[in-house]
């Protein structure tokens, strides 16, 4: 009886899931981008509207954290989850502005093939917050492993590419060569936010499964 009257925890999960789900959206509107530069201006603009969303969600969380008594996890883990995927959708929506306003007339295969990569990185968030939902331990440290790993050579090959311009150089190339070390700087950050998130996530289920 006494159980019956405590308040009921809010579906803090159901929000965590929807939050990653919003993130993973995001991140496939920015593959988008980046598969279809003549579809850039659209593609930046459902972006926006995703982060303004993931904003709203993300104080929801917190608000709801405040007013509860009772947390199906630590409350803690719920405001780590919660953050670090709010810092990766800002990350994304940092590097779709960058996009935007570069205009390039065409994509480095490097960069192209690191958001895809970067992608399948948010679906194996999805898998492993799903199994904490339901307290089954769905770590994915190695294939994430492997994936990050595949990041970082991409990286390494499109900086190394980027810097090694056969043409003359002409303030035309200098300045197109600035704008795509800005966009593989972001790209680094997002790897490192991504992988902040999946180690949150994968301390948790340590911790409750």
């Known amino acids: 009886m006494f159980a019956s009257l405590l308040p009921r925890s809010a579906p803090f999960f159901e929000m965590l899931l929807g939050q990653n789900d919003l993130l993973r959206q995001t991140a496939a509107l920015l593959l988008t981008m ?9 593609a ?24 509860t008594f009772i947390t199906p996890i ?7 989850i919660n953050q670090a995927q709010e810092e990766t959708i800002d990350c994304l929506q940092s590097l779709s502005t960058r996009l935007s306003i570069f205009e390039f007339p065409d994509v480095r295969f490097p ?10 990185l948010f679906d194996l968030t999805q898998i492993m917050l799903q199994g904490l939902a339901e307290r089954k331990d769905r770590h994915k440290t190695r294939a994430f492993k492997a994936l990050r790993g595949e990041c970082d050579m991409l990286l390494s090959t499109g900086l190394a590419e980027l810097m090694d311009e056969k043409q ?11 704008k795509w070390s800005q966009i593989y700087d972001r790209l ?5 936010q991504s992988t902040a998130l999946a180690e949150t996530i994968e301390e948790a289920v340590l911790k409750n499964v």
Do not use: C, W
């Not at 630590?74 to 780590?80: P, V």
């Open 168 to 178: 003359e150089f002409t303030p035309l190339l200098v300045m197109r060569i600035f």
């Open 111 to 120: 960069a192209l093939q690191l958001m895809r990569t970067t992608v399948e």
């Open 74 to 80: 630590d409350r803690e883990d719920i405001l780590r």
């Open 34 to 42: 980046l598969e279809n530069p003549a579809g850039q201006e659209q």
């Open 44 to 67: 930046h603009k459902n972006i926006a509207l995703l982060e303004e969303e993931a904003d709203l969600l993300y104080a929801r969380i917190v608000r709801a954290l405040s007013q």
């Open 188 to 192: 680094g950050v997002l790897i490192e």
